[in-house]
């Protein structure tokens, strides 16, 4: 079974949404100069280090963009067999075959078979260019939050051993009932922007207490703005009180066989 390399959810929560769509419609790359070398092959992933895929000569998968140049040396007939696993929302991987006459493109939105020409060059370039992820953490985004007050005074957001401070505004996350602490340098008004992904139809419900009294407990769907009182410099909690994961389907694409026939001199 071919997972993908999950990233860690340090960066995953400052998006709350993790989203890769890259342009379906990549230029077409001249192929290398230099000797061609029969059987060489050069497996490249647009994301290094990440996890680009696998190839093994005549059969190969991409779950992230990357290509794969094929070396025969000489002109040829190539039969292609490839299958793809759909997005979330419905979208199939691109096959991009790239030869000597030009750039040709393929949605595999089913187990297909490609057959094309090979060049004098006898090489030939297959690429995956719109890799595809959807939300996977329920999270409130903090697009804006800040500390309103008579004076401009440094306040902190902590978690752990993490100390974030800050005068006027700052961003960040709230992922779990640890959430984070609000360090306010005095009185006044919190104002919150905040955006959140749902998850199985809910959103994440934002939690923010002060002293033991509540001051917001929502559910945000989207995005939201909010203007709360702060009686004094108290610490300010703000939680997630349900967080939750979902699995995602990926869009990945399998190249399950390659076989060249060069032509009959």
């Avoid at 203007?227 to 190249?255: C, D, H, W």
Wanted: aromatic share 6%; net charge neutral; proline share 7%.
């Amino acid at each position: 079974m071919l997972l993908k390399l999950l990233l860690p959810i340090g960066v995953l929560v400052m998006l709350g949404v993790a989203i890769r769509l890259l342009p379906t419609s990549p230029e077409f790359t001249p192929f290398r100069q230099g000797t061609c070398t029969p059987g060489a092959s050069n497996f490249v992933s647009s994301q290094p280090p990440a996890l680009p895929g696998e190839w093994q000569g005549s059969k190969g998968y991409f779950v992230i963009p990357g290509s794969v140049e094929l070396n025969y040396c000489q002109p040829g007939r190539l039969i292609i067999e490839a299958r793809g696993d759909l997005a979330t929302n419905g979208g199939a991987p691109l096959l991009v075959l790239r030869t000597d006459a030009g750039q040709r493109e393929e949605l595999v939105d089913k187990p297909q078979t490609f057959e094309l020409d090979v060049g004098l060059s006898g090489r030939v370039i297959l690429a995956f260019p719109n890799d595809e992820t959807d939300a996977l953490y329920r999270i409130v985004t903090l697009e804006r939050l800040a500390v309103v007050g008579r004076t401009r005074c440094t306040s902190a957001l902590v978690r752990d051993q993490q100390r974030i401070t800050f005068q006027g505004a700052t961003t960040g996350a709230v992922y779990d009932l640890k959430g984070q602490r609000l360090e306010p340098c005095e009185a006044g008004d919190l104002y919150l922007t905040v955006s959140g992904p749902a998850v199985n139809g809910t959103g994440p419900q934002l939690l923010v207490q002060q002293e033991g009294a509540i001051l917001l407990n929502q559910e945000i769907k989207g995005r939201a703005s909010f203007r709360l009182p702060l009686r004094t410099a108290s610490a300010v909690q703000l939680s997630v009180t349900n967080f939750a994961g979902r699995q995602v389907k990926y869009r990945n694409l399998f190249i399950d066989r390659v076989d060249f026939t060069p032509l009959t001199q």
